[in-house]
């Protein structure tokens, strides 16, 4: 692919494939065609998981983390608008100073709180049973539920009130919420949820039939 902007260099993305943040800028590279490596390497250097070296790029060994020439940033949110300001040439002039913040609020909202939610209290339990005998703990999933449910009326609201979803423009917000989308889509049947709020699952409708979604949400972990 080719990248977009005066910078030509590519982006090194530092992370695993299957994570769900390291997803959201995979898919803001592919949507936007911006040149990009992923992997255990910086610079053709393997770095190993928390070890001091990669606690020196992000000190609570985090993922993922984004090298560009000389800059080395943390934290996807903070990495997804440089891409866009960086890469995408009409981006800085794209949105408003309040609307970047409400822009920027929601995605703070949906780094945090919806991914607690939705990934690390629900669907880890899917992928990482901790149950005696290795199965999924159901009193831990349906205790987790309502928060769900309640995550997916917060995106449903901003579907439906807010700025940040639903545009012709795939921006962060879509690609912070298409991979949490997407793992809740893939829970056993009556697990999903999606069902129950058809805003949301209409709009994750709406996302997989994009090129970037089809390739990077279908990456084997």
Known sequence: MNTIGVNQAKVQIY????SSFVRTLLLLCEEHQID???GFELDDQAIEFKSEQYLALHPYGKLPILKHNE???AETASIGRYLLSTFVPDYPQRYSIVQQAKIDSFCAIASIYLDKAIIRDYVLEFAFPK??????RLDVVKAAQPQVLYALKVIENELINGECLNSDFFGLADAL???MLHYLSGLPEGFSLLDKVPEV???FQQLMIRASCQ???????
């Open 15 to 18: 992370g695993p494939g299957f």
């Open 36 to 38: 990009y490596s992923l």
């Open 71 to 73: 800059l080395v940033l």
């Open 131 to 136: 149950g005696e005998s290795g199965e999924v």
């Open 177 to 179: 919420l298409a991979p």
């Open 201 to 203: 699952e209409k709009y």
């Open 215 to 221: 390739k990077v949400l279908t990456i084997k972990s």
